[in-house]
């Protein structure tokens, strides 16, 4: 079994600066891709910033600049870091990992989201 936990949501003033991780456990052998999508009511689900096992980094147009991701391979965590947040990035925010198990299958995992809210 694998499990992602979020952590680091909640309420911030615009222009303010919050900091997701997102930690994997479980019967990890690998992890590809991991990611981070949101979610705004209303709104599909669509991908923030994703980053490979290799370092490779992508970033959703609305994002480039404010938000950095990173990963610690160590630790199976991956971080989002949120600069000058703006209202509009308010959204439940899912970590994603493409991970290989002990059972030697690779599939996509999710956690089970962390609310972030922009507001004054």
């Known amino acids: 079994q694998v499990q992602l936990v979020e952590s680091g949501g909640g309420l911030a003033q615009p222009g303010g600066s919050l900091t997701l991780s997102c930690a994997a456990s479980?019967?990890?052998?690998?992890?590809?891709?991991m990611a981070w999508h949101r979610q705004a009511p209303g709104k599909q689900r669509a991908v923030v910033a994703s980053?490979?096992?290799?370092?490779?980094?992508n970033y959703a147009d609305s994002v480039k600049g404010r938000f950095t991701i990173s990963r610690d391979n160590a630790k199976n965590t991956v971080y989002l870091q949120m600069n000058s947040l703006k209202p509009e990035d308010t959204a439940v925010y899912s970590c994603y990992g493409s991970i290989r198990t002990k059972s030697f299958m690779t599939r996509d995992y999710w956690g089970q989201g962390t609310q972030v809210t922009v507001s004054s």
């Open positions: 479980g019967s990890i052998v690998s992890i590809n891709t």
């Open positions: 980053i490979t096992s290799d370092g490779s980094i």
